[in-house]
T-cell receptor, first 117, second 112 residues
Framework: KAGVTQTPRYLIKTRGQQVTLSCSPISGHRSVSWYQQTPGQGLQFLFEYFSETQRNKGNFPGRFSGRQFSNSRSEMNVSTLELGDSALYLC????????????????FGQGTRLTVV | LAKTTQPISMDSYEGQEVNITCSHNNIATNDYITWYQQFPSQGPRFIIQGYKTKVTNEVASLFIPADRKSSTLSLPRVSLSDTAVYYCLVGRPTSGTYKYIFGTGTRLKVLA
């Protein structure tokens, strides 16, 4: 069974540009969540999608957005990039929604390393 | 929001049992506690999840006291390949939704 696939693996963008990251969940998983990981802030939750609807959102500005398609694939978009957006962006999929609830084990992809210059 | 606190780092030797404690004083009634393992340049990997008392699987045990204000991940007989960062995650329902709070992570180094 294929794992969670994130593309691209590495990305370099210029300040002010926008970027779109892609995540293909494990087949049959309907929940996709996104996280930002930086050395200073650690792992921070961005948002979660289930059945094409955003169900949960972390404390990030509106420049961070996402969507989920009918096949459960998800994209994350960051507009007007800032230097501080440089991070590893991780996507995770699970059968059910809601990390920290019973039987919602999340499977993570390898991430997209975004560098903003 | 429930804040979690873990030791920043720990060293151990191969074959020893390692216990990593996570403090979550403000854990809510409906919260579960989940632990993940992360190797460099990889996404976190699920280890174990529990609500109360003790949970055991093929790789670890999770001990949760009655007040649930802390939890301890126990790794029996660690090997060099267990060198990784370990995260404690507490699921926090807020107004019908969840906000997922990862701990700061504990960097475990296993020595030969």
């Amino acid at each position: 069974k294929a794992g969670v696939t994130q593309t691209p693996r590495y990305l370099i963008k210029t300040r002010g540009q926008q970027v779109t990251l892609s995540c293909s969940p494990i087949s049959g998983h309907r929940s996709v969540s996104w996280y930002q990981q930086t050395p200073g802030q650690g792992l921070q939750f961005l948002f979660e999608y289930f059945s094409e609807t955003q169900r949960n959102k972390g404390n990030f500005p509106g420049r961070f957005s996402g969507r989920q398609f009918s096949n459960s694939r998800s994209e994350m978009n960051v507009s007007t990039l800032e230097l501080g957006d440089s991070a590893l962006y991780l996507c995770a999929s699970s059968l059910r929604m809601g990390q920290g609830a019973s039987n919602t084990e999340a499977f993570f992809g390898q991430g997209t390393r975004l560098t903003v210059v | 929001l429930a804040k979690t606190t873990q030791p920043i780092s720990m060293d151990s030797y191969e074959g020893q049992e390692v216990n990593i404690t996570c403090s979550h004083n403000n854990i809510a009634t409906n919260d579960y506690i989940t632990w993940y393992q992360q190797f460099p340049s990889q996404g976190p990997r699920f280890i174990i999840q529990g609500y109360k008392t003790k949970v055991t699987n093929e790789v670890a045990s999770l001990f949760i006291p009655a007040d649930r204000k802390s939890s301890t991940l126990s790794l029996p007989r660690v090997s060099l390949s267990d060198t990784a960062v370990y995260y404690c995650l507490v699921g926090r329902p807020t107004s019908g939704t969840y906000k997922y709070i990862f701990g700061t992570g504990t960097r475990l180094k296993v020595l030969a």
